[in-house]
């Protein structure tokens, strides 16, 4: 392990933090665009070495005030992340990642540098707590306001929006909130109830008054909160320290690192809140159905949710391990075993009946808080795609909702303590205890041209327009722009497919359905069959296309759509794109139409670089307009969708 000589900027490398004289200093911040890296500190030595000057006044302004402040303070040695390790050796980047927690809890003093930070206190403030604020007449509420009021300018800081920064504030002992010139604002244990009001983490833990491993899965998962990570692998590694978990790095796995994390909780702690996640931030049906969560971010709700392990007919419950597991005569009669199809679980299957509807859950000892009374199951379903699993001696279910949510509050029913989890009403039989087979992640099955866990809505792949003589081509990059533009987060295309000129369909337009029905915006182009000579090969059929909206609040939305696509027929004379001055032409569309959207759609057409005579490149943009103020004239060359097909249009 590495470390820099305050007095020199100098590595110096140690076995352990432990074998550090008089302990050391390190630094918590955020990463700047450049940042000198170990072998740039290692070459500024060298170079000093030769010529005899300090290596300290040629290192980055950083790095010099975080060693100059360290001495000043007393500390020999200093730990800064960007440049004490070695990151061109995978052994040392691992050992650093894995051992980070570690790094910060050993240190003497950490200095969280706060470098959008200026400090607006009076020289006598920074050291006061919200408790010496405290005011006489001024209510506990009403105090807290201003206080909060009065250190706006830290919580807004971008520090506190990393991911790696949670464990940097939980670790250490002493931790110093410093502003952009070096000054200390205050201590995390000063601010502790503040930053326990703001991001969740309770005071206590930030004061080390008790050890954040005595809080469940899901709570200490709910402390990452919103924050981000620069990649999404870095979503689970910075967060190995929070559960003791060691875990090679396998940067370019994406998503599936932080689903490695949880099968590893999972191998080392009973504790079920693992999955008690809130489905709101699921991308799909598919993440939403699994027991392992995509993100960090999904148990941002889930602050106080707790685990209490089943309990023996005649044992007794601790709570002073990190796993909350049962000791002497207890027994965990939940079981949990990962497989390729799913996780086989053995636990309470209750059939409760909700709004006159019967639910399967699954009690998995959680509550609310410290509240021993109440169910708070996990709503479950038969897993009907699942083959495999309903081939095997297993029932396959996964995660469902009921009324929108994932994890049930049913009040007033306390467990019983004879050891079948679940006290029973008299409409309610006994909670049986069964194997029941669980999606804990998504399924392989991926679309054609689909990457898995992609933080972008997927758009699929136009198979017509990957030949080279494509009539024309709407890149999925010109797509996604136009959704952003025009504020919608779906699109269906229809008539893709590549079909064979001389079957009757092939004249058959593509359709770009942009949003969800009833309301929907369409793009439609086509090759016009009415003026194309079979005979003249040579020459490709004329592109037409047309912008419409439809509304439509019957049941038969998706029949009508299919009626209109069957039906090419446009008018050459507006709709051609070879007509339109510069091959460009405005659409205006009615917001009363279009879920209150009133807008400019423009459609554009242009040469395709590497098939100019035959290939055509469309783009499409949407400018919104201003809500009418009185009657006021339109562009010339704009055209509303009045049209037959514009009161119908849809697509896919």
């Known amino acids: 392990m590495w470390f820099l000589s305050t007095d020199r900027a100098e590595l110096n490398f140690f076995p352990s933090p432990e074998n550090v004289p008089d302990g050391y200093a390190a630094l918590s911040h955020v990463w700047d665009k450049e940042e000198q890296s170990f072998q740039d500190v290692r070459k500024l030595q060298e170079n000093c070495t030769k010529d005899g000057t300090n290596p300290r006044d040629f290192v980055c302004e950083k790095i010099r005030k975080c060693c100059e402040l360290a001495e000043s303070h007393g500390y020999r040695w200093v730990w800064i992340d960007t440049c004490c390790i070695d990151k061109t050796s995978s052994a040392e980047l691992s ?12 240190a003497g003093i950490c200095y969280g540098y706060l470098r959008d930070v200026s400090a607006v206190h009076k020289p006598g403030d920074i050291h006061k707590d919200f408790i010496s604020e405290r005011v006489d ?36 002992r002493l931790f110093l909130i410093l502003d952009n010139a070096w000054r200390v604002l205050g201590t995390k244990a000063g601010l502790a109830e503040l930053l ?28 990452f909160r919103w924050r981000e990570t620069t990649r999404p692998e870095d979503e689970a590694y910075c967060l190995l320290g929070l559960f003791n978990i ?10 599936h690192a932080f689903r490695r994390l949880q099968e590893e909780i999972m191998k080392q702690s009973a504790d079920t809140t693992l999955f008690a996640w809130d489905g709101a931030t699921a991308r799909n049906w598919q993440d939403y159905s699994c027991l392992f969560a995509v993100s960090p971010t999904s148990f941002s709700g889930s602050g106080e949710i707790t685990y209490g392990p089943p309990l023996h007919p005649h044992g007794h419950r601790t709570f002073n391990d990190s796993a909350l597991s049962l000791r002497g005569s207890l027994a965990t009669d939940v079981r949990l075993n990962i497989t390729p199809h799913g996780i086989l679980a053995y636990l309470p299957i ?32 038969n897993d009907l795609g699942d083959s495999e699993a309903l081939s095997a001696r297993w029932s396959s279910c996964c995660v469902c909702d009921f009324l929108d949510e994932r994890i049930l509050w049913i009040p007033d029913r306390p467990r019983n303590k004879s050891g079948d989890n679940v ?35 997927f758009i699929p792949a136009t198979p017509k327009q990957l030949l080279v003589d494509a009539p024309f081509r709407f890149d999925e990059a010109r797509v996604r722009r136009f959704m952003v533009e025009a504020g919608v987060e779906h699109v269906d295309i229809r008539n893709a497919n590549v079909r064979p000129s001389r079957l009757a369909d092939s004249s058959l337009p593509t359709a770009y359905h942009f949003g969800d029905l009833p ?24 592109i037409w296309a047309q912008v419409s909206t439809r509304a439509s609040w019957s049941g038969r939305v998706d029949e009508a759509i299919m009626k209109l696509l069957d039906d090419p027929l446009h008018d050459c004379l507006e709709d051609h794109v070879s007509l339109w001055p510069a091959q460009q032409k405005k659409f205006v569309l009615d917001g009363s139409v279009w879920d209150g ?25 949407f400018n919104p307009l201003p809500p009418p103020h009185g009657h006021h004239a339109e562009p010339d060359d704009t055209t509303r969708p009045t049209s037959r097909r514009s009161l119908t249009s849809t697509a896919r």
């Open 95 to 106: 050992e650093a990642i894995n051992s980070m927690f570690r790094y910060y809890a050993l």
């Open 137 to 172: 007449g001024v209510g506990d509420r009403d105090a807290f306001r201003l206080y909060r009021g009065r250190h706006d300018h830290i919580l807004n800081a971008r520090w506190f929006q990393r991911g790696w920064t949670l464990q940097e504030l939980i670790a250490p």
């Open 196 to 223: 326990e009001h703001e991001f969740g983490i309770p005071a206590a833990v930030l004061r080390l008054e008790i050890s954040h491993t005595e809080f469940s899965i899901a709570q200490r998962m709910s402390w």
């Open 246 to 255: 060691h875990m090679p790095p396998l940067y370019g796995e994406g998503r």
């Open 350 to 381: 209750v059939v409760e009946e909700v709004a006159g509807e019967a639910l399967v859950c699954a009690d998995l000892c959680w509550y609310r808080g410290r509240c021993a009374r109440g169910l708070l199951p996990l709503c479950l379903q």
């Open 423 to 457: 006290v029973r009403r008299e409409a309610v039989p006994r909670a049986s205890w069964q194997e029941v087979l669980i999606r804990h992640q998504p399924r392989p099955h991926r679309l054609p041209g689909e990457v898995t866990d992609s933080d972008r809505y």
């Open 519 to 542: 309301l929907t915006l369409v793009i439609m182009v086509g090759q016009c069959r009415q003026e194309w000579l079979p005979r003249d090969l040579s020459l490709p059929a004329p």
């Open 597 to 621: 959207r009133a807008g400019v759609v423009t459609l554009s057409f242009a040469s395709c670089p590497f098939n100019p005579g035959r290939t055509l490149v469309m783009d499409a943009s």
